[in-house]
């Protein structure tokens, strides 16, 4: 394999401190550059952003498909990892598309969840109000995605506001949005999160 220069670069070869700085740069670039095509693409510049990064479009598509392989074995996995949230003690509930959440003293969330159409849908995240403005939601939906982007499974949200008392449609979105969700054309009325999204604001690394 050889570099950008076409020389064969040294095994052993150790990157200074710039290289490895301007490597790290180039990285989040690139991490960046993934993130506007998804959101370009969202809006309708599919065949604009096609024309002018191929590899990443191509990418962001095969991601699609990838998601939707196994689901059925995908869905059991996804949930055992909502067993284990440190300081919450998880059930599910009698219908199988509820899991609910414990303290030691209270219920405090449940997560409403069904596996249809080769899909993960969440169809919403409920806090007990004394137990809102903790994180609580937060720390449920980071559980979901890193289980769902280690197998790979893309995630359909549709989620209406619960009563007068939670967020509004608009805060609800906003709130998914800094998740990595976004509109899509296979997802009506609802968003989709991509596995690895790069619209992900808690987890966009360099990769």
Request: net charge negative; hydrophobic share 35%.
């Amino acid at each position: 394999m050889t570099d950008t220069n076409g020389t064969i670069p040294d095994p052993h070869h150790r990157p200074t401190d710039r290289e490895a700085a301007l490597a790290h740069e180039v990285e989040t670039l690139q991490s960046a550059l993934r993130a506007i095509v998804a959101v370009a693409m969202q809006h309708g510049l599919r065949d604009y952003c096609k024309d002018r990064h191929p590899a990443i479009v191509q990418e962001l598509e095969a991601g699609l498909d990838l998601s939707e392989q196994c689901v059925e074995l995908k869905y059991p996995r996804i949930l055992a990892a909502l067993q284990d949230i440190p300081g919450l003690r998880a059930s599910c509930g009698e219908t199988g598309e509820r899991t609910y959440f414990q303290n030691d003293v209270d219920d405090v969330a449940y997560l409403e969840h069904a596996l249809k159409d080769r899909r993960f849908v969440l169809r919403g995240i409920w806090v007990v109000p004394a137990y809102r403005g903790q994180g609580i939601a937060h720390r449920l939906l980071r559980k979901l995605i890193e289980a769902a982007d280690e197998t790979q499974c893309g995630i359909a949200l549709y989620h209406e506001p619960f009563g007068t008392q939670g967020l509004k449609k608009t805060e609800l979105e906003a709130f998914y949005n800094r998740h990595g969700f976004q509109q899509h054309e296979t997802t009506p009325g609802g968003l989709f999160r991509f596995p690895g999204s790069p619209l992900d604001l808690y987890a966009r690394r360099p990769r």
